[in-house]
């Protein structure tokens, strides 16, 4: 599968018009640690969720897992729309505080 820059980006902290150049992972990903939790949201589908292992050329790799499975994903930058990071290993630790408050 071929990837290839649309031009926009809706980044964390990222570029948001067409006139600043085209996005690529390390755009995207470059308030990113290795191993930190993030939510990537993507064109015409619902967000994945997971830990960033690396962003290589126009590809990035994440890693989720629970008791039973594991799983890597990699995801074409062109399909990314923005990425959210997270502190917390998962993102509903962060708001549950909100719901008892």
């Known amino acids: ?3 290839s820059n649309y031009g926009r980006c ?3 902290g990222g570029n948001r018009g067409s ?3 085209n996005c690529d ?3 995207f990903f470059r308030h990113v ?13 619902k967000h994945v969720d997971g830990f960033f292992i690396e962003a290589n050329g126009n590809e990035a790799t994440l890693f989720d897992f629970n008791e ?3 799983s890597v994903i990699t995801i074409c930058c062109d399909d990314i729309v923005a990425v ?3 502190h917390a290993n998962n993102d509903n ?3 549950d505080h909100k719901k008892h408050h």
């Open 84 to 86: 959210e990071v997270s």
């Open 93 to 95: 630790r962060c708001h």
């Open 10 to 12: 809706n980044s964390y």
């Open 19 to 21: 006139n600043r150049g």
């Open 25 to 27: 992972c390390d755009t």
């Open 1 to 3: 599968m071929s990837c």
């Open 33 to 45: 640690s290795k191993n930190q939790f993030v939510r990537v949201f993507l064109k015409a589908s």
């Open 68 to 70: 039973r499975c594991h």
